[in-house]
């Protein structure tokens, strides 16, 4: 069965640190990748998806980033932390192209920029 | 593009039945529906396509309207365990890429 890993759970960083997230995917192969953010009490913004190694498409200019340097790894990353990066970020995986499956999401990691 | 949900949060008793829905100003390929817990993922529900279809699952059920592009999600007899927020994803027609954006979310709290 398919898995998903995303680490760690909880994170507080100063502001001007750098930040690096990671997920990775079990029990499957060439899935699509994304990253969500939620603000406390809000909804879900798409920061960025991937359909396959080195395909990034980004959909929030900000100061993030993000890598898929193997197929079932998905990076999300940051040189320098805003205190509005502070919220819960989660990343989720979709079965390549296959429209009839919904979105598996990791546990989450609830960071908060100090 | 966001989809619209309303309504943004309702409260019931125990045994009632709830509808959230969801709206799009753009031609719809999918939507999917998911429940979050308070202080965890989301969970995936159910996705109807294009073609105007109804699912179920246990006593939540859903409907698309692709001509009017809205979607309804149906939880009849509600039970204490269907507490939490409901977001819909919606897919663009225009671009099938399984990139899905979500609405605002409707938060449902039942009562015992």
């Known amino acids: 069965s398919q898995t998903i890993h995303q680490w760690p759970a909880t994170l507080v960083q100063p502001v001007g640190s750098p930040l690096s997230l990671e997920c990775t995917v079990e029990g499957t192969s060439n899935p699509n990748l994304y990253w969500y953010r939620q603000a406390a009490g809000r909804g879900l913004q798409l920061l960025f998806y991937s359909v396959g190694i080195g395909q990034i498409s980004s959909e929030v200019p900000q100061n993030l980033s993000a890598s898929r340097p193997q197929d079932r790894q998905f990076i999300l990353s940051s040189k320098k932390l805003l205190l509005s990066d502070s919220g819960f970020y989660l990343c989720?995986?979709?079965?390549?192209?296959?429209?009839?499956?919904?979105?598996?999401f990791g546990s989450g990691t609830r960071l908060t920029v100090v | 593009q966001q989809p619209v949900q309303s309504p943004q949060a309702v409260i019931l008793r125990e045994g009632e039945d709830a509808v959230i829905n969801c709206s799009s100003s753009k031609a719809l390929y999918s939507v999917h529906w998911y429940r979050q817990k308070h202080g965890e993922a989301p969970v995936f529900l159910m996705i109807l396509l294009k073609g105007g279809e109804q699912k179920g699952h246990e006593k939540i059920s859903a409907s698309f309207n692709e001509k009017k592009q809205q979607s309804s999600l149906y939880l009849t007899a509600s039970q204490l365990s269907y507490s939490g927020t409901y977001f819909c994803g919606t897919g663009l027609l225009m671009n099938r890429d399984d990139k899905i954006i979500f609405g605002k979310g409707t938060r449902l709290h039942i009562l015992p």
């Open positions: 989720a995986w979709s079965a390549h192209r296959e429209a009839n499956y919904g979105y598996t």
